[in-house]
Each structure stands twice: as structure tokens, then as C-alpha cells.
């Protein structure tokens, strides 16, 4: 079993920034990824971005084409750790964030990207952006 703990998030006004992070623990494994999603209500659950661990050793970071310019994912290996740096927020970005894990192996063709590939969640962390 894997456990995900995300910290950060709250509340922010519009062009303002947020970091959110997620711990992983429990099963330890050599390829993975820690991925971000997020759900607004009344929307589905939407990929944000992720970091993975390839098989062959190396990390890709990866995000969704609407957060490119404004989010940033990064990793720590040695720690299991996930961030998620959002910048430049807008009232549209308001939605719960979560954490989520997939184990590999992975490979730069099989990275995963929807919730259907991501086997463990983090319990979320609500992310609200005033006007």
C-alpha cells in the first residue's frame, strides 16, 4: 500500500501564487510517477501535471497543455515527494487538488496521464482563488 499526505494549498487572490505538496509512504518502488489532478464542482477530475520515475532511471516532469507557463511539477526522489508550484492563479483554477500515485514500471511511451492510470490518492487539498 502507498499513502500520499498533501500539504498547502488555501486561499489566494487572483494572480497570486501557491505550492502544494504530497508525501508519499509505504511500499518503496523503483519506477513510479506523483501525479496532480484537480475537480471543480460539477467537472470532472483533470490531469494537471506529474513526475515520474522511468525504469530505465531517469525523471520527466510532464504537465497539461493549460498549465504549461503557469504550473510547475517537480520531484524529490530521495524523500517521495511531489510539488505542484502554481502561479499567476486565476478564479477558474479554484478546485480541490490531489495527489496521486502510479507505479511503474514506467517507460517515457507509457507515462501516465488519467486517472484510470494512477493506482493510490492523496485525500485532497482545496485551492480557492478570489477575483
Known amino acids: 500500500q502507498v499513502q500520499l499526505l498533501e500539504s498547502g494549498g488555501g486561499s489566494v487572490q487572483a494572480g497570486g501564487s501557491l505550492r502544494i505538496s504530497c508525501e508519499a509512504s509505504g511500499r518503496t518502488f523503483s519506477s513510479y510517477a506523483m501525479g496532480w489532478f484537480r475537480q471543480a464542482p460539477g467537472k470532472e477530475r483533470e490531469f494537471v501535471g506529474a513526475?515520474?520515475?522511468?525504469?530505465?532511471?531517469?525523471?520527466?516532469?510532464y504537465t497539461a497543455d493549460f498549465a504549461k507557463g503557469r504550473f510547475t511539477v517537480s520531484g524529490d526522489n530521495v524523500k517521495t515527494q511531489a510539488y505542484l508550484q502554481m502561479n499567476s492563479l486565476k478564479p477558474e483554477d479554484s478546485a480541490i487538488y490531489y495527489c496521486?500515485?502510479?507505479?511503474?514500471?514506467?517507460?517515457?511511451?507509457?507515462?501516465?496521464?488519467?486517472?484510470?492510470?494512477?493506482?493510490?490518492w492523496g485525500q485532497g487539498t482545496q485551492v480557492t482563488v478570489s477575483s
Open positions: 496521486a500515485a502510479a507505479l511503474g514500471p514506467l517507460t517515457v511511451r507509457n507515462l501516465p496521464q488519467t486517472p484510470d492510470d494512477f493506482q493510490y
Open positions: 513526475f515520474a520515475i522511468v525504469w530505465s532511471g531517469g525523471n520527466r516532469t
